[in-house]
């Protein structure tokens, strides 16, 4: 939690959320989500619990490739807009539009 404390500050933030192998549950092959994170607390173990709201699945790239192009799996990590613009194709942003 205090790694990301200082988010609490930007708030509310975009964000892209992508899918990854939990345990046995692979959904590393789900395409990532644009979201927006309202809120940021803590449970009571002191970890970080996110109130997120869905705005619109990416097209034509899974989760797992996003991460592969970012160059990270870390839970929690910013981007610069050149990179992310260049993962994200225009077709994902117009159905936002």
Do not use: W
Not at 47 to 75: N, Q
């Amino acid at each position: 939690m205090e790694a990301i404390r200082h988010l609490k500050d930007s708030l509310p933030l975009a964000g892209i959320g992508a899918y990854i192998k939990q345990k046995e549950r692979n959904f590393s092959q789900r395409p990532p989500c644009f979201l927006i994170i309202r809120n940021i607390d803590e449970n009571e173990k002191g970890e970080p619990r996110f109130d997120i709201h869905f705005m619109a699945r990416m097209e034509e790239i899974t989760s797992l490739k996003l991460l592969d192009k970012t160059g990270t799996r870390d839970l929690f990590f910013n981007v610069s807009q050149d990179p992310t613009s260049s993962i994200i194709s225009h077709r994902s942003i117009l159905q936002l539009i």
